[in-house]
């Protein structure tokens, strides 16, 4: 048996020290009551730690938490916030939504595997969007009482700090993160001893101890490998360093950790999952893990395959080919002969399982992922329809609308992503339980009671907090003397809180063309400089760090933010996280989005604006085809053009301008005579009634329950029966 034993803790006055357990569970992340309690304790150095709450209370000035430990009014609200976390902790099945609606899954755990967790700023184990949508579950799993038990990383580089040189060029500032000075814990056996998983990489060549530690997501619990374990060979030790890092081989090696070490760390720790979900093929070794553990047990592949099959989940989240991962033969050979042996299988029966027409004689993970997990989805519909097309092959005898792989639309974790000042007003206008039932229309219809004039000072609250970060940072690169006078100003300290301002905002992987709006220098700047109605655009993103045509892209705007025929009404806003995601989504007018369709599966920023009140600019792809209510009612959809190439580029970027100049422009600028934009205002809460429901991820995460997980965890019946009569939107 295993017991996690925590770090040495803060030194706390003992009428406060349950601090430390709020600080080390994630819970906090999405209770505000419980970030004002730290941020009390001393505002200035809160955002110097980055919210980072362990940190926060290791620098802390003891005589601050002596003065707070005397201080009623603090220990009010900390009683308050310690009995609703210890509710939250101690609950019982007939206590959650899971328990009281499908009671079949509340003592059956799902083991979710995932390269990276999206859960906060503080803790870097994300890239992107993947990331956070796995963040969101796995909040979203606590929140209804879903035993669901995470697998991934620890990357003690965690990320790559962006920082633009005044050339404009993308430089990857690795981050080092210290898991002492995180909310983790290591993993240590009864007898004290630490927690070690072993794998082998290179046909047992390289063998590799794995050091186990623990990030608690209120009732979730999420493990991490790292390989940064004295004994391994130097360079080993590197391998979960760095997210996305490094080669192809790399990138293998880590999957290897993620897939094979997650199976046997599950093991070791006596967790016994009922069914399994991967999300993307990063996880599909896990699969031939679980297959290999029953083959040594005495079962053919074929058997073991069908076990595996049946109780597992795998979601798929790109149509971009170089999203999927695939080795070549030669490679897969050095690290998988003496294993495929164990799998009762031989090499060409091997490889078979990773084949996929488009990939030549390569590997591909995806493959062997919708091989081996019976149960599949795409994020979207369309997403749906795109991933029954990739992977018909595998299918040959069927039509395509019978590919086995269903669609589940993305959505987010509101409680993470809504901004403070609009919680305040939700809890005014909204029904009191709003946050226990983000997925019901009916909750979300009350937002048309809220005034305008309380609404529209509520959004520019959340747009003074984005400006004045942004003023905060250039003022901080300037004086650490990084910046020079120029990415200053490109870096976005002018922005005027009374001008239109659209938000671009995500990975700038090619396909997603943030420099479409470049396209006609003129036009753009006839809409930015307009003297009565001026327009400013804020972008922000990171480029992988080996895609030099997505760092040129962030060239480009760097250099057109310098443009005095744009005004310095273009900014760049350096590192995007989810610290920034949640100032930007909260704090511009129009939320811009223009990739090029179909390759945007789902995209989830857009969601998060929509339940900010923020509405969307968009093409017409992935969620935002579900999303779009025709009319402009809820935002502003741009249909594709048939068109390819240039041309199709040229022909939605017209749109684009379009767009702006004659219906998003306007609406913002026509004030009624309380200087009030009313007909914008009652679009943005048209959006917000529309999108925060459907694209909750209460909504998804029932979806999931009932699609997939009730069948993976052979409990079909049982749930199917409760679908009727449980509407909610
Ligand atoms: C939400 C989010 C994303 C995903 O954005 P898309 O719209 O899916 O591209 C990426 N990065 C961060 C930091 C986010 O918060």
């Known amino acids: 048996m295993v017991a996690t034993l925590a770090v040495p803790r803060v030194e706390l006055p003992e009428r406060i020290a349950r601090l430390n357990d709020l600080a080390f569970n994630l819970w906090w992340t999405w209770h505000r009551s419980a970030r004002a309690l730290f941020r009390e304790l001393n505002p200035v150095l809160w955002d110097v730690v980055e919210h980072n709450p362990v940190l926060f209370l290791h620098r802390l000035d003891p005589a601050r938490l002596d003065a707070a430990a005397q201080n009623p009014r603090f220990l009010s609200s900390y009683d308050e916030i310690v009995a609703e976390f210890d509710t939250m902790v101690s609950s019982r099945d007939g206590e959650t939504w899971v328990g009281r609606n499908r009671p079949e899954l509340a003592d059956r ?33 606590s929140d209804l009482g879903l035993p669901l038990v995470g697998v991934s990383l620890l ?16 430089h990857d500032v690795p ?53 940064d374990v004295e004994g391994n060979p130097s360079w080993t030790r590197a391998l ?89 033969p030669e490679m897969m050979d050095r ?60 299918w040959p005898d069927r039509p395509e609308s019978e590919v086995p792989i269903i ?40 937002i048309l009671n809220i005034p305008d004039e309380e609404f529209w000072a509520a959004h520019l609250q959340s747009k003074h907090a984005l400006i004045d970060e942004l003023d905060e940072r250039a003022r901080r690169r300037y004086t650490e003397g990084q910046f020079d006078a120029w990415q200053v100003l490109s870096s976005g300290p002018f922005q005027n809180a009374g001008a239109l301002t659209l938000g671009f905002a995500r990975r700038f992987a090619t396909y997603k063309r943030a420099t479409l709006l470049f396209s006609d220098i003129e036009r753009l700047a006839r809409i930015v400089n307009n003297p009565d109605f001026p327009v400013q655009i804020i972008f922000a993103g990171k480029a992988h760090p080996a895609d030099e ?65 923020v509405p969307n600019c968009s093409i017409l792809d992935g969620w935002w085809i579900e999303g779009y209510e025709p009319g402009d009612r809820n935002g502003w959809g741009i249909s594709p053009s048939s068109r390819e190439g240039e041309a199709q580029d040229e022909e939605e970027a017209n749109a684009i301008y379009e767009t702006l100049e004659q219906r998003v422009v306007p609406l913002y600028y026509d ?29 998804m995460l029932i979806e999931y329950i009932d699609r997939l997980y009730a069948r993976a965890a052979g409990v079909e019946q049982a749930s199917a029966g409760r679908r009727a009569g449980d509407k909610r939107f």
Do not use: C
């Open 335 to 394: 690290y998988f002969s003496a294993y495929w042996p164990q799998l009762g299988l031989n090499r060409e029966r091997f490889l078979a399982l990773g084949r996929h027409a488009e990939s030549g004689n390569a590997f591909n993970f995806t493959a062997l992922s919708l091989r081996l997990a019976g149960h599949a989805n795409g994020v979207s519909e369309k997403h749906g329809d795109v991933s029954r097309e990739m992977w018909h092959g595998l």
């Open 549 to 613: 045509d997505g760092k040129r892209l962030i060239q480009e705007i760097y250099t057109r933010a310098r443009d005095s025929r744009l005004g310095g009404r273009i900014a760049f806003a350096e590192d995007y996280e989810m610290g920034l995601a949640s100032l930007l989504v909260a704090g511009v007018d129009v939320w811009l989005n223009n990739p090029r369709y179909p390759m945007e599966a789902s995209g989830t920023s857009g969601m998060k604006a929509a339940a900010n009140g």
């Open 109 to 141: 755990r799902v083991a979710y595997f995932s390269a990276e967790f999206g859960l906060h700023r503080a803790l870097p184990i994300y890239s992107g969007g993947l990331g956070v949508l796995a963040g969101d579950h796995a909040k979203e799993a």
């Open 407 to 446: 669609s589940i639309t993305n959505g987010v974790h509101l409680r993470t992503w809504i901004s403070s000042p609009l919680a305040r007003l939700y809890d005014r206008y909204l029904p009191r339980d709003w946050r226990e039932r983000p997925d019901h229309a009916s909750v979300w219809d009350t």
């Open 175 to 227: 981050a080092a993160l210290d898991p002492r000075a995180e909310p983790t814990t290591q993993v240590f056996r009864d007898d004290g001893e630490e927690v070690f998983i072993e794998v082998d990489l290179e046909n047992g060549s390289i063998p590799l101890r794995l050091a186990v530690w623990k990030v608690q997501v209120g009732r979730v619990p999420i493990y991490l490998l790292d390989s």
């Open 240 to 328: 979960a360093s760095r997210l996305y890092g490094g080669d192809r081989e790399h990138r293998l090696r880590q999957e290897i950790v993620l897939g094979i070490g997650g199976v046997r760390l599950l093991r070791a720790l006596g967790i016994e999952p009922a069914y399994w979900h991967a999300n993307e093929g990063h996880a599909a070794l896990h699969l031939l893990e679980r297959v290999r553990e029953q083959v040594a047990a005495g079962s053919t592949f074929d058997e073991a395959a069908a076990t595996v099959r049946a109780n597992t989940v795998f979601t798929t989240h790109t149509p971009v080919p170089a999203g999927h991962d695939v080795f070549v």
């Open 155 to 170: 990357y003690r580089q965690g990320y790559l700090r962006q920082r633009i040189d005044s050339g404009g060029w993308q």
């Open 671 to 699: 004030r009624g005579p309380d200087g009030l934009p009313h007909a914008w205002i009652a679009l943005a809460k048209e959006a917000i009634r529309t999108v925060a429901p459907r694209f909750s991820a209460r909504r």
